[in-house]
């Protein structure tokens, strides 16, 4: 006969699998010696006969529970369905991953018109009632699908008639009535009776259980978190211990660190005369699980539970989440898990668990998850507050700020650079925008994916951005947001918070999460795990700046054009735009030279030893120029040419589909010109560096080449401008030229490309754009409903698609790598600040990723998990 | 000692590598004892060993060359150099292909200031100083590279002095003079003497033509013509006889039919008096080569070269086209080579020869180039007329045709439908012009490349049309044209040739060739060859038929959405598009659902007995709204809702990147009723007409599947419709469901979504863009300039990219296959009707190609030029 019910005694932690992860942990604690009530679990292999069966339980099943109970019988003192003594169990579910949606807890499961008054004899009239008032409508609700406002409204009715508040102070006598009106209201609802047989109960009850797997919600939990539907879930049969029999009994959760802070010493809360389902429904507020140990009732059972708390992080090896109940002042444990914990708790408690010897540095590493490590990097909305919530949009960029809402880049910049706080608040952002972002305390916009313009600028500052927030409708003229019935104006603070996507109204308190040391500390080691270099996307002296401080080794992405929009230079920009010969538009980039080479200067300096990849001129040229009349005339005056001329060539330079048009190196290859002026820029930049004995590593990038020509050529004019730039100066400096891979076609003709490129940086916002044929400015209409309906696993835009786009990369990388064996490859999208993909770039066996300078310490640790997930495998 | 030199009596046509095409040719029709004047071929491999060497002519070669002029000199009884009766040679290249820009052609060499008066005295004293200074001016322009100009402007100088108005006018003393005045012209200008030693002219003219095939504009066209460069050319010495030793002596080029027609019989023109050079001068008139049988000088050289003609036709198989010369009445022959022909002379020719054994039914099919099927399809600018060019566009659409200028669709429609000739002009055009192409002759836009709007639906309507005419500076609001300074309006005519791209001022005369049955005759040699099945791009019942008639065996693209362009379809789309709810859509897409089920009742119909493909909606929704401020108020008030609700919708419809935005299956997943309603359509007319007796295949086609989850969602919708009108009617059809793969990601993926694809259909123009990051509205700024520079090798656009677009196919065909054995695999890009591309497809071993109706000849011819070419390359 097959084995489908393993007592509490028999299983351990490491059944997780046959038992789920709540009976396996019941189990090990049983095992260990601590005060479980006796119990058993129905085996998830039972569930999964059951549910694949005719729709009867596996056939023993029914025998081996009653053996079961007998066992629990013995072990208590009682027997189920007696009516002097009876033994009372509650039935829960437990699949090996916590999973909301299936159908959780019955309690007091036994209890029927004749058991309820063996329980009142030996207890109290009141308790028993309730008690057997209580499991009938859970029975209904999660056996037989009676909602439970039918119940309620037979609660209210009494305590209406009888001017009652609160549920509690329902006399006995009142609660018999109850139990007949709710006996009634399941044979309406349910067109059966309450079982009075506790076996039957007991069978129905598992039965629940099990087909609760396939209920709509579960199975939407697992599609989405990619859990397998064939696991089924286990049922734990447990005798019921009551911490709502009197004023010294009590239940409650505990945590054996704090899970916000990571602060050693159990934390948690309690309440007296409760049971579990009285501290969700939230009518009491529980007390601090300190008052506990000040209070003589419980003192005994506080240092007990203290005790179990040590003795189980010790056992388990890692902070635990627990659940205990106090019945007549002794006590009960009734669960442990890993307890979640915020970013800055993961951090502490890994590193406190090497310095007590607990865990290895390696443990400790894997963990903290990466994206843990992003909630120490910024700001977050204060925990204890309830804000009101105007809309929720897309998590852009991670942190929370508050400001008044601005409409205008110009006035952000105006008001920001006088100190106030505003946030910027567009329907998208364009380059035009930027100086308002860099004055705006945040951005907020009403379209666009996660990487947007909005998302990426504001990402790469490390400022919070929520992004395509559509409920926000924004009017420029009237400078109004209408939103959730609302009116927002230019007077209103909102607050908003990238990490979780939330619109808040006015000045919402957040707190500023100090990791410091311990992360740093943290992140060294995950360092020595890792193979993956990590280096940061930055376009600025400031950024490289930021970038190193958070441990990045070297500049995967310095894009040129943003340089372009500061200050005076959007004129030169404009002047070699519009310039109508080679000869004017040599002369405009004459004046952009010297600025692009100071900012290389600066960015050498502050990445000295490190290697900086620069990228030339990407975007299309119409980025550049103004759109309104104003700016138009302004420009048009400023170059003494008629507007009509300046129109025209706005006009000229408009195009259909921008993502596929004049940009990238067909620029360069269309105005030599502009290339040249770049690598003299970045050479001499490097030339001037090297000669104050800074070590410089320029590698000059050429994007959104699809054909090797293309790179060919724009190699051609680098390589011509390097000699020129090394004999002027006396002084020769070593650089390498490589290009973006952005283009499914630059993947697929990657061997002949390698040819011309030492090094390859996959593009993958770009490449996933081609990939998908997808534009990120215009998903926002169909890709939530993609990501929420299940027909994409996730936002391509954020975690690599490893079927299409990572396919080009190996791709990409197989061909480069037998042409040029030595070829550097990396990454460089916005997925190299996402744990997945960082792990996908692992195994693809590239060298570096390149993120966000704020993303950093989110990349290094995610490169160790990668290595030492492979290490674990190959063992 | 290598033998750098074959004398005509050695070789012959095999040797083409070896003697060059001329070389090969002279020696064959020696070999066949036909007159031609003795002489010699230096070979290709000593132009290859003079090319790699230090700038010596091989050793031996001028040893062999004497020795060979030996010969030459025994054969005619003269000698090289000799003072009495001089032996004269020219010197001609000729390499394995015919090649434009290398040196060419140096007459009378041999000639001095000494050998000159031995001609005098054996000919005629002006003669023999014509021919000596003809021979300085060439060979100084073509071995010294002295600009002609400086003699021309000395022959100008001497015949303004004299009152002479024609070359042959100059009398023998003044020709003296001029003599003297071109060597003293050489040199000033070379640095040198013109050489005096006959063999010093020889070594040199053979040196010139031996570098020449390194010279700019032959390296160019080997790079454009796919030529290799290593293969040399080859020189050609031979004894020179005269066409302009008096009136019984003449030139002339001759066909063995007519080049135009095809028409058997002689066709050619003559030139009494007079040597090549004359003839491409043009000073003087040819003579129709018929009036040589009636001039009784030249009947008998007439005969013999027309028993000539027959011979070397039949030992060539061939028609050829042939030079010669007759000498004091005697023929000689200077060339013959395949003659270059009018696709309907190819084709007359080609039908001809199978009649009358000459070839067989293969090598007719091998004989006639695809792209010259498409010339007999359209009118073509009557060859006899030279008209004013004002500017050349892309030749987007072949035929030429006449008419009005027309600069709107509405007007175009309007007039057009009066029955006037009208050109419809615009900017770039959109589906809402569609009527307006519908009712004008020809189309021209100033922007847009092959692929645009405006050059595909012209395509599919086998209109003419040159798009990307940039020359065209177009004014909506004036209704003129500015171009090559003058000022077109709307009184003007113009005419365009969008075979060749030029656009012209006035009425032009046109021909409409006529193949007919022998065209058909052809075809069906073809149809036997191929294996690749040719199908029609077509989008209503008129398409159908047209495809149909073109030898179409089904449909492989029926694009729905042109369909709701129609007539009062608009209306109730638009209604769909702006409806706020899915019952108000639901609603318009019940008025739409019997006007597309009618379409395709008559598409199935036209196409009883083959399959059609129709492709559900693809473009994005704001392509159907109205954009004029009348046509938005008409609209607001159609529905009765205000302008800003319908200016709101247009706005918030708008997109970035539209070719990467919400349209294909994205639609039918956001609008699940669309592709319902589409379904319902599709299925219920192949009922109705299935119950008529009509056999139908419909296969439905989703449209930018990107993930196989797409297609499994839509094709559910399909699917589900298909059993409710089955079991509505009672009658069932069989039907099946695949998908565009048009997205590098479907490729990639292409396994999982053959699950669901009974046909994949390579939708080359959007996987092109994609895969090369290139919109094809916006290509036109750069992507001419890549094509000219050798950057690409040709339009991906118009010729598929074999190494990335080409990949992918692969990919898919591969991993579809695998999957799914029997999935039918075909192409529906613009490719389908691109020779080189069928022949992609033919070697990818796709199923089917499918095409602009008007294109379908050509792609059965090129899909048997494709096949027939693997049998030769098998055996």
């Known amino acids: 006969m097959h084995q489908w019910v393993v007592s509490f005694d028999a299983g351990s932690a490491a059944d997780r699998e046959l038992l789920g992860g709540k009976g396996a942990n019941l189990a090990e604690m049983t095992g260990i010696g601590l005060p479980v009530p006796p119990g058993f679990t129905v085996t998830t292999e039972a569930c999964r006969a059951f549910l694949a069966g005719s729709g009867d339980l596996p056939e023993g099943l ?35 991953f916590s999973m909301p949606g299936m159908m959780d807890t019955i309690l007091n499961l036994g209890l029927n018109d004749v058991t309820v008054e063996g329980l009142a004899s030996r207890a109290d009239p009141r308790f028993a009632w309730d008690c057997y008032r209580r499991l009938i409508q859970m029975f209904a609700k999660v056996v037989l699908n009676v909602e439970s406002e039918h119940f309620e409204s037979a609660i209210d009715d009494i305590k209406r008639k009888r001017g009652i508040i609160l549920d509690y102070e329902i006399p006995v006598d009142a609660l018999r009535l109850l139990v007949t009106d709710f006996k009634n209201i399941v044979r309406a609802h349910a067109g059966q009776d309450f079982p009075q047989d506790p076996y039957q109960q007991l069978r129905m009850a598992i039965e629940a259980v099990f087909l609760s797997w396939n209920n709509r919600r579960a199975v939407n939990y697992r599609i989405k978190n990619n859990i397998p539907h064939d696991l089924g879930t286990a049922v734990n049969v447990q005798s019921m211990v009551f911490g709502n029999l009197g004023p010294d009994s009590a239940t409650g959760v505990a945590f054996t660190r704090n899970p916000s802070t990571g602060e050693p010493g159990i934390f948690g809360e309690f309440l007296v005369n409760a049971q579990g389902e009285d501290v969700v429904a939230g009518v009491r507020t529980p007390r601090p699980l300190a008052e506990m140990r000040d209070d003589p009732t419980f003192r005994d059972a506080y240092f007990e539970l203290e005790r179990i708390a040590k003795l189980l992080e010790s056992h388990y090896r890692d902070m635990q989440d627990l659940e205990f109940t106090v019945q007549s002042r002794r006590l009960y444990m009734l669960q442990t898990r890993s307890g979640k914990r915020t970013g800055q708790a993961a951090v502490r408690i890994a590193v406190d668990m090497v310095a007590e010897g607990t865990v290895s540095r390696k443990e400790a590493v894997q963990r903290v998850e990466p994206s843990q490590v992003d909630q120490l990097l910024h700001p977050m909305i204060d925990p204890e507050y309830t804000p009101e919530v105007l809309a929720v949009g897309l998590p852009a960029s991670p942190g929370a700020a508050t400001g008044m809402v601005v409409f205008d880049a110009d006035e952000a910049k105006h008001r920001g650079d006088a100190g106030e706080r505003i946030i910027l608040v567009r329907i998208e952002t364009s380059p035009e925008d930027f100086h308002g972002m860099v004055a705006a305390q945040a951005v907020l916009t009403a379209r666009g994916g996660m990487t947007s313009h909005a998302a990426v600028v504001a990402r790469g500052m490390g400022k919070p951005c929520v992004a395509g927030c559509g409920a926000l409708d924004i009017d420029y003229q009237a400078e109004t947001i209408n939103v959730a019935g609302r009116t927002i104006t230019k007077q209103d603070y909102i607050t908003i918070d990238g990490a979780t996507g ?75 735009i519009l310039a109508s010969s080679a000869v004017e538009r040599r002369a405009a980039l004459d004046k952009l030279l010297p600025m692009q080479r100071s900012d290389f200067v600066g960015i050498f300096t502050e990445m000295d030893g490190f290697p900086v990849t620069i990228r030339t001129l990407d975007p299309p040229l119409h980025e550049f120029l103004p759109h309104t009349d104003h700016e138009i005339e302004q420009l ?86 390097a000699q020129e730039v090394f004999s002027e100066s006396g002084t020769t400096v070593t650089y390498s030229v490589g290009t973006m891979i952005e283009l499914p076609r630059a993947a697929l003709t990657a061997g002949a490309i390698a040819a011309e490129a030492e090094f390859f940086s996959f593009g993958t916002n770009d490449l996933t754009q081609t990939t998908y044929g997808l534009s990120r400015d215009d998903a926002g209409r169909f890709l939530p409903y993609y990501v929420e309906s299940g027909i994409l696993p996730r936002d391509p835009f954020v975690t690599l698609d ?74």
Chains 1, 2 share one sequence.
């Not at 990590?534 to 310095?558: E, K, M, Q, W, Y």
């Not at 490859?825 to 770039?841: N, Y």
């Open 502 to 576: 939330r619109v808040m109204l006015g000045e919402v308190p957040t707190i500023n999460p100090q990791a410091g040391g311990i992360l740093e500390t943290l992140l060294g080691w995950a360092d020595e795990f890792r193979q993956l270099g990590v280096r940061a996307n930055a376009d600025t002296p400031h950024d490289a700046n930021v970038a190193r401080s958070f441990g990045a080794a070297g500049i995967g992405l310095c894009r040129t054009e943003h340089m372009f929009f500061e200050g005076d230079r959007i004129q030169a920009m404009r002047e070699m």
């Open 636 to 721: 048009a005056d400023h170059l003494k040419i008629s507007v009509a001329q300046v129109r025209l060539k706005v006009a000229a330079l408009r195009e259909a589909n921008p993502m596929l048009g004049h940009r990238g190196c067909r620029l360069g290859i269309s105005y030599p010109e502009i290339t040249e002026m770049q690598a003299r820029a970045i050479l001499s930049a490097a030339v001037e560096c090297a000669q104050r004995g800074i070590t410089v590593h320029p590698e000059i990038m050429i994007p959104l080449v699809a054909d090797h020509k293309e790179l060919e050529l724009q190699r051609a004019i680098v390589d011509s401008v």
């Open 802 to 875: 490893q079927d299409g786009v990572g396919e080009l990369i190996r791709i990409a990388a197989e061909r480069g790598r037998a042409v040029r064996p030595d070829i550097k490859l990396g990454i460089c999208g916005e997925h190299g600040g996402d744990p997945e993909s960082v792990a996908f770039c692992h195994r693809s066996g590239l060298d570096y990723v390149s993120c966000s300078p704020y993303r950093v310490p989110l990349a290094r640790l995610a490169a160790a998990h990668a290595a030492l997930g492979e290490m674990d495998r190959d063992r």
């Open 62 to 96: 029914l025998d081996q529970v009653h053996t079961a109970m007998g066992e629990i019988e013995r072990r208590i003192g009682a027997t189920f369905g007696d009516g002097q003594n009876p033994l009372l169990v509650s039935v829960r579910s437990g699949a090996k």
